[in-house]
């Protein structure tokens, strides 16, 4: 039996049923787009909370409006649940879930393991796999192929197809959307590759095939660990601009008016989100076992992980010359999430610069407008409710993330004192007495 031909038949039809595993920052984006595409999915996740929202029309994602989810869930195109049983009767089934580093750096894989696991049970003849989560090169035949083939016994290529697509999204962007980001895909076969591709063609504008799932894995870090060492490089760069007395924001206002030869990249307090600070190290790691060390990759962490320090120095100098210390002084900090315009906190260098203040006795509040509480394991923190009010009192304003709600020509007015770590305040912040650029 031709059962590639048949998935492909299925999708054009789109009468294949998709699902989707880990319904979190990619997977409930991509569910959305494939149901809007007239695809039946189901999403699956084991927090049902989540799920529960999701049936009743809700969305627990900024990039994606409740009107959506409602309008899909009443149509009969998404629904979801926790039960992976459901999987028996599903032809694709896509695999978006988290793949951090654990405290030691070593890539975390256990999302992918588990998720294959609750797969394999149910793979049958007719069914595609396509891992999303961003992960080391040969994770998808490494791991995932043995899970789903050792006990079923399925030829790959044959009766079971199994792929990886890199996910490419970029919270709170609204011109590079799931739909419209070219997707590359590759599969273990060629076959594989074949119907993939068919399948995401199906919801998504365009699809770029390659000749292997490695190919595939390998195309994402090199996407992030390229963003990843230049804003090393950027960082170190204002380093050097502080020991020179240099205005570091000038000079890259500079050197970008070069019509080519040149790309942007912007200093900041740290570096956050889920892939950039994490992919790259993924990548080390696979290449430390090979006895290989990527010298590029390990300086840039070290110089980023070192940022939120680096503005710890900046307000504690800051606030002396003002003739205040650190210690008991308040510091308010504006902005949480790891990035303008979103509620995303995943490895944001806000954490760490409230923390490295605590530590050094500062009495610290934070305003985010999209993120009203910060919980770790150890502590947790509200945001304030008055802002305007919290930035007259605090000795010291440091603006960590740049949010364009904020009103930073009254901030600029009503603060004592103002650690500007991204150039939030612009042209209004340079030359003035009470900000401090980062």
């Known amino acids: 039996m031709d059962y590639a031909s048949q998935l492909i038949d299925k999708f054009q039809r789109k009468s294949a049923r998709v699902a989707v595993l880990g319904m979190g920052y990619v997977g409930l984006p991509f569910a959305t787009v494939f149901a809007s595409a007239g695809f039946n999915v189901t999403g699956i996740d084991p927090i049902q909370e989540k799920m529960e929202m999701l049936n009743r029309g809700e969305s627990y994602i900024l990039d994606v409006p409740s009107e959506q989810v409602k309008r899909l869930h009443m149509e009969g195109k998404l629904r979801g649940t926790s039960d992976y049983s459901v999987l028996k009767d599903i032809d694709a089934v896509a695999i978006c879930v988290p793949t951090p580093l654990r405290h030691t750096g070593d890539p975390d894989l256990s999302f992918i393991i588990s998720a294959a696991e609750g797969i394999a049970p149910y793979v049958h003849p007719g069914m595609v796999v396509v891992l999303e989560s961003s992960t080391y090169p040969g994770t998808t035949r490494e791991l995932v192929l043995p899970t789903l083939t050792e006990k079923s016994g399925l030829k790959i290529g044959e009766e079971l197809f199994l792929a990886f697509s890199p996910e490419r999204v970029d919270p709170g962007r609204k011109d590079w959307t799931t739909k419209n980001t070219p997707k590359v895909v590759g599969g273990m076969t060629a076959t594989c590759t074949e119907v993939a591709s068919a399948w995401y063609s199906q919801a998504l504008d365009t699809v770029v095939p390659v000749s292997s799932t490695e190919v595939a894995e390998m195309a994402k870090l090199l996407e992030n660990t390229f963003?990843?060492?230049?804003?090393?490089?950027?960082?170190?760069?204002?380093?050097?601009?502080?020991?020179?007395?240099?205005?570091?924001?000038?000079?890259?206002?500079?050197?970008?008016?070069?019509?080519?030869?040149?790309?942007?990249?912007?200093?900041?307090?740290?570096?956050?989100?889920?892939?950039?600070?994490?992919?790259?190290?993924?990548?080390?790691?696979?290449?430390?076992?090979?006895n290989y060390t990527a010298r590029f990759i390990e300086l840039a962490s070290e110089i980023n992980t070192n940022m939120p320090r680096f503005v710890l120095g900046k307000v504690q100098d800051a606030l002396n010359d003002h003739q205040k210390s650190l210690k008991g002084s308040s510091v308010l900090v504006l902005g949480a999430a790891y990035k303008p315009d979103i509620d995303d906190l995943r490895e944001s260098p806000a954490i760490d610069v409230i923390r490295l203040l605590?530590?050094?006795?500062?009495?610290?509040?934070?305003?985010?407008?999209?993120?009203?509480?910060?919980?770790?394991?150890?502590?947790?923190?509200?945001?304030?409710?008055?802002?305007?009010?919290?930035?007259?009192?605090?000795?010291?304003?440091?603006?960590?993330?740049?949010?364009?709600?904020?009103?930073?020509?009254?901030?600029?007015?009503?603060?004592?004192?103002?650690?500007?770590?991204?150039?939030?305040?612009?042209s209004l912040g340079r030359g003035s007495d009470k900000v401090v650029r980062l």
Not at 251 to 277: Q, W, Y
Not at 369 to 394: C, F, G, N, T
């Open 227 to 290: 963003r990843m060492i230049n804003i090393g490089f950027v960082n170190e760069l204002t380093l050097m601009c502080d020991r020179l007395g240099v205005d570091v924001w000038e000079v890259i206002d500079a050197a970008s008016t070069k019509p080519f030869g040149f790309m942007r990249f912007n200093p900041g307090p740290g570096l956050g989100g889920h892939c950039i600070p994490i992919d790259p190290m993924y990548l080390s790691w696979k290449m430390r076992s090979l």
């Open 358 to 426: 605590q530590q050094k006795g500062a009495r610290v509040s934070y305003h985010d407008p999209y993120i009203p509480r910060i919980k770790e394991e150890d502590w947790e923190i509200e945001s304030v409710a008055d802002m305007m009010h919290a930035v007259e009192d605090a000795d010291c304003v440091v603006i960590v993330t740049n949010h364009k709600t904020y009103d930073y020509g009254e901030i600029m007015k009503r603060a004592k004192l103002i650690v500007d770590t991204r150039n939030a305040l612009g």
